[in-house]
């Protein structure tokens, strides 16, 4: 296990910095013709001997700078090939800490999932297997009396009151940026006539099932492949493949044109974001463009956590928005 272990992390190092660093030996040419530059600028080469193309290089824009060769101060071509260099550093360089920061975020929300994971099988076991409803259409949306539920079971600090600004980090994921800048917003949300939603739009998708007085699902039948299903209780069969709590995935079909076939996923007109008006859009967490989402963390009933693609995911619930998972 310690073998295979250090082999995926291997692995994983490398397909996280390798283009980066393929890229660096292109600018070994830059790097040398710089080097030849400021050793002339200085005196220290009085002749040249043409081996590569970074002489030549270095050759021709000596005979163009030569009458600036007495100075003292740093040349024209030495500040450019400077900020040229700089350029390519970054050009490099920030895809790559992207990836990592990308990276960095995926592992931490799979964490938040895996806690609720283990909150809501701690309810299920206090309450004859039994998991709490959803809370509406929205996927996301919880009530307010089963998060502080869930916030005991996992340890944390309940709210003092309802007036309590603190927020759980836990329920959202660090990738989401609607949700890092109005995190109280929708932890504490509020209805557009001004009162108190009796539940809290989180950053996850529930999948919990909601019923009716008669005790009969309310919610629609769940599209796509698969045989999906809501759940109700953590003691049914497949526990290893019903997903429960998952990463947010939307897109919105107003928009959807020839060049948005499956609608926008970085801005999402409706719901609690309320662009419109705050200029913060409902978005997908992990995003690969406007067009398309990363993929996600997905949460299963039997308590494990793993990372689907958007390749394999499909359209499942609502309208406007859809839910992917």
């Known amino acids: 296990m310690h073998q295979f272990g250090a082999y995926t992390n291997r692995a994983h190092i490398e397909s996280v910095w390798a283009p980066a660093f393929l890229r660096i030996d292109k600018l070994y040419g830059f790097l040398k013709v710089y080097r030849l530059l400021y050793e002339w600028s200085r005196g220290k080469i009085k002749k040249f ?9 270095a050759l021709m824009l000596i005979r ?9 101060a740093f040349t024209l071509i030495e500040l450019l090939v400077v900020i ?21 975020n995926r592992a931490a929300c799979s964490s938040n999932i ?10 299920a076991n206090e309450n004859e297997s039994k998991l709490p409803p959803g809370a509406g259409y929205w996927l996301w949306d919880m009530n307010r009396q089963i998060t502080s539920q869930l916030m005991k079971n996992i340890g944390l600090k309940l709210p003092e009151s309802e007036e309590d600004t603190s927020v759980p980090d836990v329920f959202y994921c660090p990738s989401n940026l609607t949700h890092k800048r109005s995190r109280l917003r929708c932890w504490d949300y509020h209805h557009p006539d001004g009162s108190r939603a009796t539940y809290r739009v989180t950053g996850y998708f529930w999948l919990l099932d909601t019923l009716n007085e008669q005790g009969e699902s309310v919610k629609p039948d769940i599209r796509g492949s698969g045989n999906k299903r ?3 209780t953590t003691n049914i069969k497949g526990a290893g493949t019903a997903e429960l709590v998952i990463d947010v995935t939307l897109s919105d079909p107003v928009v ?13 007109i409706a719901g609690s974001g309320q662009g419109q008006y705050t200029g913060y859009y409902d ?20 308590g494990h956590v793993k990372w689907r693609h958007f390749k394999e995911m499909e359209k499942r619930y609502g309208a406007t928005p859809i839910h992917w998972w």
């Open 84 to 104: 040229a260099i700089i350029a390519i550093l970054m050009a490099i360089l920030l895809p790559a800490l992207s990836r990592v920061r990308e990276t960095a």
């Open 64 to 72: 163009k700078d030569h009458q600036m060769s007495g100075q003292k």
């Open 230 to 232: 809501w759940i109700r």
């Open 114 to 123: 895996r806690q609720h994971l283990i909150g809501l099988i701690i309810y």
């Open 256 to 268: 959807s044109t020839q060049a948005y076939p499956n609608g926008n996923f970085a801005q999402i």
């Open 283 to 302: 978005t997908t967490s992990h995003l690969r463009s406007d067009k398309e989402g990363a993929g996600g963390n997905i949460g299963f009933v039997d």
């Open 49 to 57: 001997r043409v081996r590569s193309i970074p002489d030549k290089l």
